[in-house]
């Protein structure tokens, strides 16, 4: 009787084995996977995603109802043509144009917005044409891509060109020799020094909020370059005391 119930006992084992064999996985796939054990299907889950969809989650901002989401527009953070001395650019390198134009064409209301300052001929400027200036500048028009708004930030400025017609020329004037000396025909008084200074006006432009939508912005536009003077403190200090006109004229009487 002892023969007879190893031998069960043996056969018991064998079919366990062969059970625990047929329940591991055969490949190394992720996903789901189904396994049968003692003749009852199960489900296995398995929660971890293929490393392929991990490296393939794009992470960057795609504007809202762009027809074909294949070109997504990145945040400005790119100004490898811009300068930061300088509030306007040109030539801005990560700029929404297609979205834009789709946005545009929808929204034909936007038109009216749009054109370009003129800068007026020489013999229409008022003066005469041998009239010097103390701050010589440079007058042309523009038509920005990129700006620094009212609070420093950097916007979008809308500007597709000429054929899309969606333009914004901006007309600017900016100083040929900035914080130089003041061309003055003659000497300045004792304790006084000059400088060409740049400023400023603050303009509404058509911009880009951050969902990718027409919205007006205020921007530094650059208007006018003029002579300033102060009393040059080095000088002073060598002296000792302060130099006025007023002061002048009177030591003179």
């Not at 899309?164 to 061309?183: H, K, S, T």
Request: aromatic residues 10%; proline residues 7%; charged residues 25%.
């Amino acid at each position: 009787m002892v023969a007879p119930l190893c031998t069960i006992q043996l056969w018991i084992i064998l079919v366990v084995l062969q059970n625990e064999s047929s329940a591991r996985p055969q490949d190394g796939n992720t996903g789901s996977k189904t396994i049968e054990f003692l003749n009852e299907t199960r489900l296995r889950i398995l929660t971890n995603p293929p490393k392929k969809d991990l490296l393939d989650n794009d992470q960057e901002i795609i504007f809202p109802d762009d027809p074909e989401l294949v070109n997504p527009v990145s945040r400005i953070d790119v100004f490898s043509k811009c300068s930061e001395d300088f509030p306007l650019c040109e030539n801005a390198e990560a700029y929404p144009y297609n979205h834009l134009k789709t946005v545009l064409q929808q929204n034909l209301v936007y038109k009216d917005l749009f054109g370009a300052d003129e800068v007026p001929e020489v013999a229409n400027r008022i003066g005469e044409e041998d009239d010097v200036f103390v701050c010589r500048s440079i007058t042309r028009t523009i038509f920005p891509k990129m700006g620094q708004n009212k609070n420093n930030k950097w916007k979008f400025i809308i500007n597709q060109g000429d054929e899309d017609g969606f333009v914004q020329g901006v007309r600017i004037e900016i100083c040929r020799n900035l914080d130089g000396e003041c061309d003055f025909p003659g000497y300045l008084p004792e304790g006084y020094k000059t400088s060409c200074r740049q400023k400023y006006v603050y303009r509404r432009l058509l911009s880009v909020n951050n969902d990718g939508n027409p919205i007006p912005d205020t921007f530094k536009i650059p208007s006018a370059c003029c002579c300033a003077y102060k009393q040059n403190l080095d000088f002073l200090s060598r002296f000792g005391k302060q130099f006025t006109p007023a002061t002048k004229r009177k030591n003179k009487k």
